[in-house]
């Protein structure tokens, strides 16, 4: 039996102009109840989804559609047992997917939204299964790694309110809420989750409150804070680092405390050494984590620019003591003035808030997914992407590229629309599974 799915750039009742658009990147995850793929699209289209049987197959017609340049497929997993894709005609796109077992799927296409363009979205429900549920819980990651851990601060508390707004809003009470805002939605996000220093209105003293994502072994700590000024014009929300004299200063407390000495940083005792060895070890921790801070940093600033005005074009620096941990990658946020009337509206709206806690989010994720953690789910699906691809580097010919990954120069050649054995220096190749 075939079944048809039709679908079209129709979204909330309102006809959108279809042209030539492009796929962009497939990715799927597996949950509980059903299996989601979901297609970067760079604009509205016209598709069809149908099912064959024997063996159970589900194919995607894209009309007017190529792939883009640097289209990748996540790995099949879930109800999907492969996924292959190519032209279909002169101007269509055809996918299709190798099913386990019988689906039923569902299908919609959804608009820009924040941090993403247009989704072509297919679910896909066991036929055996109940009806469709309408949330599908966090996939959990394999067995075989770790989430990555983010600490997240709400900034002061308890008799510290921070600073205090025109209309009387304390900073305690709106770090308090876009911390667990971000925290919320960390947690559902693969491969993450978070810790809170506070979860109610009491006061942490700062070098405690780093001390906790330390005694967490979290993988950053992000310290939440609404900034205010003299002057009520001052706006924009801010991304902090510690200063390199923080740093040095902080090293110095830690080489004359016997007590930290005798704790780890990057997992080196400094006790047991003489002081020029754990001088050079502590450098060594400071550095990289240092390094981190800053990498982290830039990719929630650009983040947080896309959804407001940053104070400053670049991350700053300054010698915050709640940004002194040595091994514990560190930035603080300041989410807007709480000083200026029209941003602390901004900071007591809730959808506001999560647009903000959405934009530190996404610099994180953006950052773990290019210097992902080993052991984490980030390093596995890094690992699984890089098993994917070929950057072909010199000397290196089609046919060479072909035995190293145990393929067929033809394979290559189909899985890449290679019209010759040519390829040249910098080149990426989609190396064909199975």
Do not use: C
Not at 105 to 124: C, M, N, T
Not at 177 to 185: D, G, Q, S, T
Not at 196 to 205: E, G, H, N, Q
Not at 288 to 296: D, F, G, P, R, W
């Amino acid at each position: 039996m075939t079944r048809f799915l039709l679908g079209s750039s129709l979204l909330t009742g309102v006809a959108l102009p279809v042209h030539a658009a492009e796929l962009k990147a497939l990715r799927v995850w597996a949950g509980p109840e059903y299996t989601r793929a979901v297609f970067d699209v760079s604009g509205p289209v016209e598709y069809r989804v149908f099912e064959l049987e024997k063996p159970d197959r589900l194919v995607l017609d894209v009309q007017t559609s190529t792939f883009a340049a640097g289209y990748a497929a996540a790995e099949a997993n879930g109800l999907l047992k492969a996924v292959r894709s190519g032209k279909h005609g002169k101007r269509d796109l055809r996918v299709v997917f190798d099913l386990a077992e019988g689906v039923r799927p569902k299908s919609f296409l959804l608009p820009p939204a924040e941090k993403f363009g247009y989704r072509l979205v297919l679910d896909l429900y066991p036929e055996t299964s109940a009806q469709p549920v309408k949330t599908v819980a966090k996939a959990l990651p394999a067995e075989t790694s770790r989430d990555v851990i983010i600490s997240i601060d709400a900034g002061h508390g308890g008799d510290d309110t921070g600073a205090i707004g025109a209309t009387g809003t304390y900073e305690k009470v709106i770090t308090l809420a876009v911390a667990r805002e971000l925290k919320r939605i960390v947690d559902n996000e693969q491969g993450m989750s978070a810790v809170l220093t506070r979860d109610s209105d009491f006061f942490i003293p700062l070098k405690d409150r780093y001390q906790k994502a330390r005694d967490a072994k979290a993988d950053l700590f992000v310290s939440v804070h609404a900034d205010a000024f003299t002057k009520s014009e001052a706006k924009g929300s801010s991304v902090w680092v510690l200063s390199p004299r923080g740093a040095t200063n902080e090293a110095a407390r830690w080489l004359a405390d016997r007590e930290n000495r005798a704790d780890l940083v990057g997992g080196v005792s400094l006790d047991t050494r003489d002081d020029t060895l754990a001088a050079v070890l502590l450098d060594l921790s400071q550095g990289a984590t240092m390094e981190a801070s800053n990498a982290v940093a830039s990719q929630v600033h650009a983040s947080m620019r896309r959804v407001g005005p940053t104070h400053k074009a670049h991350v700053e620096r300054a010698n915050f003591m709640v940004l002194r941990s040595p091994d514990v990658p560190s930035i603080l946020v300041e989410t807007a003035f709480i000083s200026n009337p029209a941003e602390e509206r901004r900071l007591k709206n809730p959808a506001e808030r999560a647009k903000l806690a959405e934009a530190i989010l996404d610099g994180i994720r953006n950052y773990f997914r290019m210097t992902p953690p080993p052991g984490t789910w980030f390093a596995q699906e890094d690992n699984r992407t890089r098993a994917s691809r070929h950057v072909v580097t010199r000397g290196e010919s089609l046919s060479g590229i072909a035995a190293q990954h145990g393929t067929s120069v033809a394979a290559l050649r189909s899985a890449n629309k290679l019209v010759q054995d040519v390829v040249k220096v910098g080149d990426v190749l989609e190396i064909p599974q199975g």
